[in-house]
């Protein structure tokens, strides 16, 4: 839900070139995508059998646990934008 309304403000403030139904689902995609960056993160420290990523950023699981969301979510946000909103 958080990620639609994010959307929508950002098309309101800087992302003026999106449509509201673009805004929409880029917004849905992104919520959904993001979540399977954050479970692809789990399974390799899983795998990997370790808590953290490393100890930059202690009691937060590492660097990569504040970043795994952007893993899959920024690809799919370029390829939106270039292949829907601006083909």
């Not at 899983?46 to 202690?58: F, H, L, V």
């Amino acid at each position: 839900m958080f990620a639609l309304v994010a959307a929508l403000i950002a098309r309101e403030t800087f992302a003026s070139y999106l449509e509201t139904w673009q805004a929409l689902v880029l917004g849905l995609l992104a919520g959904v995508i993001g979540q399977f960056g954050d479970l692809f993160e789990s399974l390799i420290k899983r795998d990997a059998e370790i808590k953290d990523t490393s100890d930059m950023i202690p009691g937060h699981g590492g660097v990569l646990d504040r970043f795994d969301s952007l893993l899959f979510t920024a690809p799919l946000i370029y390829y939106f934008v270039a292949f829907v909103v601006f083909d």
